[in-house]
């Protein structure tokens, strides 16, 4: 993907997120300093879910600057991140080489994955705000699926489905608790949003977007009909971004206050290659 055709989605969304690279890094969001200090990007929830990962060659999709493949390598994963942004995967490589953990970074898109990262993995893992950046989850479960070993899981958090019919102007969450959008978009939803979730007052030169809608049926149905045994799905009311006003920051999570309706923020899926 060159990345200069304008009328490319795919190609717009890698000039915003290749923007976004050096504004994340230098984020409170992302914590890079403190993870260089020793800690890890990886919350609770991710860390309680996936199980023991040490001596297992594990394979990281869509893994940005690679602050969560390398948490991986610190725990003793083998670990290979892959991104299509060739500036976060720069970026990666040079995060691994400042903190001397061991970890392969290959710039690609995941329906590349089992082309450029390999086979055989024992986990292929993703996590927070990845599927609505993929066109064809047909495709994304086919790659995790080749990529896998027999026997081998997969996992991943993501933000709930039920997130995108909400109201996300108002200041309240009584407001913004609140359907607007259908569940059952087609095709990819074009955006104009100038903020960066990481950097509010950033104003981003690459505004526009394109993203993609995928229920909770779907997101299931592809893994099962590549071939894998869903071994669990788990639907949690707390998330690792502020997806709508009003949610309050509850330690590692933002969650919906007490007085208002608890709703599914995220869910999280493990399943085993046959």
């Known amino acids: 993907m060159s990345g200069k055709n304008p009328d490319d989605p795919l190609a717009t969304n890698l000039a915003r997120w290749e923007e976004q690279v050096d504004i994340h890094i230098g984020s ?30 594990l394979l990281h999709l869509q893994c940005h600057f690679g602050l969560d493949t390398l948490s991986f390598a610190r725990m003793g994963a083998d670990v290979t991140g892959l991104d299509f942004s060739p500036k976060a ?41 990845v599927l609505m950046w993929l066109p064809d989850l047909e495709v994304w479960a086919r790659n995790i699926a080749t990529c896998l070993k027999p026997g081998g899981l997969f996992y991943i958090a993501e933000g709930h489905p039920l997130l995108w019919t909400l109201d996300d102007e108002g200041t309240k969450i009584t407001e913004n608790l609140r359907i607007v959008r259908s569940y059952f978009l087609e095709g990819p939803q074009r955006w104009e949003n100038a903020r960066d979730y990481a950097e509010p007052s950033v104003t981003l030169t690459h505004f526009n977007s394109s993203e993609w809608q995928h229920t ?9 009909g590549a071939g894998l045994r869903i071994e669990f799905l788990h639907e949690h009311d707390r998330l690792v971004w502020q997806a709508v006003p009003g949610l309050e920051s509850k330690g590692d999570y933002f969650q919906v206050p ?17």
């Open 216 to 224: 909770l049926g779907e997101v299931v149905t592809a893994l099962a």
């Open 28 to 57: 409170d969001f992302y914590r890079v300093k403190e993870f260089k200090a020793g800690e890890t990007s990886l919350d609770p929830l991710i860390l309680t879910e996936i199980g023991d990962v040490k001596a297992k060659r």
């Open 258 to 274: 007490a007085d208002a309706p608890s709703i599914p923020l995220s869910y999280s899926i493990r399943a085993q290659k046959a």
């Open 89 to 129: 995967i720069v970026a990666a490589r040079q995060l691994a080489r400042e903190t001397g953990l061991a970890a392969r970074f290959v710039e690609a898109r995941v329906d590349e994955a089992a082309e450029k990262a390999g086979t055989g993995y024992d986990i292929v893992f993703s996590s927070w705000g």
